[in-house]
């Protein structure tokens, strides 16, 4: 019989050609095979019933890895999707719409169901009965215009125009239990390793509940963020006002030569928010403090400018403070335990400097502003002074702007907070939503080419970074803003795919990075994509692709 050369964890074994990932997994792992979701083979991303033909190297990844995470989300919206059409039939299958995620779950909708109390029991139920059974998830590939076929046989006619504008004539499907859906990336061997989940009445819908990302044999609890739902929810209702909730209907808008039309509406809806943002600001009595925080490329300069624009049309002279230039020394400045500098804490400012500074503004005094200089690596001042009159307003941006422990000695009624994010509102499908990260990343990729000749894989190296300063001191506070601003785009990925695609090509295959670039490329790969004649100078994409008419 012939044999392959399998190389785990530093150690050569031999196995028979064509012996699957999951047996492998199965006899080196043991009991704790059950965690491992994908395996990684010569670098690349596998799932686990693929079969070895040659030597290599395997890894596998469990609930921990990010790969891991998204692949038993995919699984677990499969599971229940499944219950739903063995219980209910395909047309309640295909009316279920995977919304988007808060905290650790993901909302979901019906068109079809009323997903009451007893109806979220029964589902779960079915759902545990599938895990009990482990049956197995099955991938087949058909030809495309076949899949298609599929698709509009089962009622899903979001996935027939999604395919319409495929390039590729292959479509790979999954198959559970009788039902068959399309899914975008890996997916878990099985049922039997999906056991850690929960479903849970959310307003119109549900919260279908993940492991924890602390413990993966624990449910995670729920965090009710409402104001990020009303946002979220308000983002969907405009895309569907626009006929386009879906890449398939965008694709369909772009290809009918509804562009110009789609470009401005989506513009002048921004613009509207940002117009009674600045009305509720200016109406708000002894507000001198704007308050801005939001996570990376969330187009939070461009933003501030269209804000301070908007205030001086209604009598206030607002002033930009970059919450950057209170960092200490960098003597001071805190080091992770690896040594390397945290910026993102909030003891890397100068939280005393700053609240002196802002209670003699509010007081009426006149203040020298700091400027830092990240070059030395300390704070200068050039003779910059800053004096609050009765109209003046400041707009203060930084990762900590939410946060009270940052601007503890001024008084609540002085500040208006603002969180602004890309939540987009596109999904790519009803069963496969987008998430928000991916939007962001690809913006930060391709401003980061532009203004700092920073690489991709550089930007991609350090993602997980800076979503650690996230999680740690911005989501925590999003619920305590007085306003949150969505500054996603519908139309924007299928303008970002012509500057992002070339630039995640310049990564290598050898690189770590290249395996997250190629997950970005397949899924940029579904839009078509537009020119960016008709994109307004002020528009907040601007600030990412170049061409704005704000120093940005």
């Known amino acids: 019989m012939q044999s392959v050369k399998i190389r785990f964890q530093n150690k050569e074994k031999e196995y028979p050609v064509g012996v699957s990932l999951q047996e492998i997994c199965s006899r080196e792992l043991g009991t704790a095979s059950e965690d491992c979701l994908l395996a990684q083979v010569d670098g690349k991303l596998c799932e686990l019933f693929k079969t070895v033909y040659k030597d290599c190297e395997v890894s596998f990844l469990d609930y921990h890895e990010p790969a891991g995470r998204r692949t038993y989300t995919r699984g677990l919206i499969m599971l229940f999707l499944t219950a739903v059409y063995r219980l209910y039939g395909k047309d309640a299958a295909a009316g279920i719409r995977v919304e988007h995620s808060l905290g ?9 169901l009323a997903l009451n109390e007893e109806r979220i029991s029964t589902i779960t139920r079915e759902m545990r009965h599938l895990v009990e059974k482990d049956y197995a998830i099955e991938k087949k590939s058909m030809n495309t215009a076949n899949a298609i076929a599929v698709f509009k046989d089962e009622g899903m006619e979001d996935k027939v125009k999604l395919f319409r504008y495929r390039r590729s004539s292959k479509t790979n499907v999954y198959c559970l239990g009788g039902y068959v859906d399309y899914f975008y990336g890996h997916m878990p061997p099985s049922t039997g ?13 549900i919260l279908l ?38 890449v398939g209907d965008l694709n369909a808008q772009i290809s009918g030569g509804n562009l110009g039309e789609m470009i401005l509406v989506q513009e002048a809806l921004q613009e509207r928010k940002i117009s009674e943002l600045a009305a509720a600001i200016a109406a708000r009595k002894g507000c001198k403090f704007v308050m801005i925080a939001g996570p990376s490329s969330s187009g939070k300069t461009t933003f501030s400018h269209r804000l301070s624009i908007q205030l001086r049309s209604l009598g206030l002279h607002p002033h930009p403070v970059a919450l950057d230039n209170y960092y200490k020394d960098r003597e001071f400045t805190p080091r992770h335990p690896d040594g390397s500098y945290d910026f993102e804490c909030l003891e890397a400012l100068d939280v005393e ?11 009426g005094e006149t203040v020298s502003m700091p400027e830092f200089n990240f070059k030395i690596g300390k704070p200068e001042y050039k003779g910059k002074t800053l004096t609050l009159g009765k109209d003046d307003i400041l707009v203060i941006e930084g990762i900590h702007g939410l946060n009270d422990a940052l601007s503890y000695s001024l008084p609540k009624e002085s500040k208006f907070k603002v969180y602004i994010s890309a939540l987009t509102e596109l999904n790519l499908d009803v069963h496969n939503r987008i998430p928000t990260t991916d939007g962001r990343l690809l913006r930060r990729i391709v401003r980061d080419a532009r203004t700092r ?73 579904y839009f078509l994509g537009i020119p960016t004649e008709s994109i307004p100078k002020n528009s907040i994409l601007r600030e990412f692709i170049g061409g704005s008419c704000f120093d940005v």
Not at 212 to 237: G, I, S
Not at 353 to 363: G, K, V
Not at 469 to 480: C, L, N, S, T, W
Not at 520 to 525: E, G, H
């Open 104 to 112: 650790q779950g993901i909302y979901c909708e019906s068109d079809e």
């Open 193 to 205: 390793g999906l056991k850690y989940f929960d479903i849970l009445r959310y307003h119109e819908g």
């Open 209 to 246: 509940m993940l492991p924890d990302v602390a413990d993966r044999y624990q449910v995670a609890a729920p965090v009710m963020r409402e104001k990020l739902y009303e946002t979220l929810q308000e983002a969907n209702h405009w895309g569907e006002a626009m006929d386009v909730a879906t």
């Open 353 to 363: 400097l700053f609240n002196r500074q802002m209670l003699a503004l509010l007081n």
């Open 453 to 525: 000749g920073t690489e991709a894989k550089e930007t991609i190296a350090m993602w997980s970074s800076v979503r650690q300063g996230e999680e740690d001191y911005i989501f925590p506070f999003q619920e305590d803003a007085d306003y949150m601003f969505n500054s996603a785009m519908i139309y924007e990925l299928s303008v970002i795919k012509q500057y992002a695609e070339p630039l995640l090509f310049g990564i290598s295959e050898d690189c770590p990075e290249w395996l997250e670039a190629k997950r970005l490329l397949k899924f940029l790969d």
